[in-house]
């Protein structure tokens, strides 16, 4: 083989490396982020629910509270 070629042929050995690695990195980013939506989407539930729930409580009338202190 001519040193031309070894030489191409290393340097399309090294940024194979690096495009693997990124690629690692990035579906590990990827995991991190799709576990944090997940969790995040749980928590939009669960605040909904109690929402709810305080709005069905009897007894609770929003038009019964008092205004704010800026009023």
């Known amino acids: 083989m001519s040193s031309g070629f070894e030489q191409r042929l290393t340097e399309l050995e090294v940024k194979l490396t690096f495009l693997d690695d990124a690629v690692q990195a990035l579906g590990a980013a990827d ?22 729930t305080m709005r069905l409580t009897p007894g609770h009338d929003p038009q019964s509270e008092p205004p704010p202190p800026h009023y």
């Open 31 to 52: 995991a991190d982020q799709a576990m944090r939506v997940a969790t995040l989407e749980q928590l939009v539930r669960e605040l909904r629910n109690e929402l709810s």
